[in-house]
């Protein structure tokens, strides 16, 4: 489902930072971001409107201060734009629900896709797997 919404209420659901990278196409800096050195089960989604977009298992340490996946959760979690900004030939990702930017997928992951989704920490919210012990 297609959520839309005016700058005005993006701005009153997101933080500064999560409204920087998600409306306004903004980058964190490397390593500054959330959820860099997280580890435990669960599902990534998007921050500005709960899509899910990662499985927890698919993130690997991609050494470049941004987390990283390699394969997205469905055909409904993403979509795919050409980027020339900054004078580069990039894929932007962005969340197939509510457009907010995400990050960039590059050619060069780990096996199975060999993609590596290099994504904005603050565009994603962690939701840790229920211990059902």
């Given amino acids: 489902m297609k959520v839309q919404r005016s700058n005005a209420e993006w ?26 050195y997280e580890e435990r ?7 500005a409107c709960e899509n899910p977009l990662f499985l927890a298992d698919t993130k690997f340490d991609a ?40 990050g960039h997928v590059f050619p060069d992951g780990p096996r199975p896709t060999g993609l590596r989704y290099c994504m904005n920490g603050h565009a994603l919210r962690f939701e840790p797997l229920e211990d059902e012990g």
Avoid at 41 to 47: K, S, T
């Fill in 41 to 47: 089960p669960g599902l990534y989604r998007c921050a």
């Fill in 11 to 36: 701005r009153n659901l997101l933080t500064p930072e999560q409204y920087h990278v998600l409306r306004e196409h903004g980058t964190e800096r490397p390593g500054t971001g959330p959820h860099l």
């Fill in 63 to 102: 050494g470049c201060g941004w987390p990283s996946f390699f394969q997205n959760i469905g055909p409904d979690a993403v979509r795919e734009l050409e980027d020339r900004s900054f004078g580069m030939r990039r894929t932007e990702i962005r969340c197939a629900s509510c457009d907010g930017h995400l």
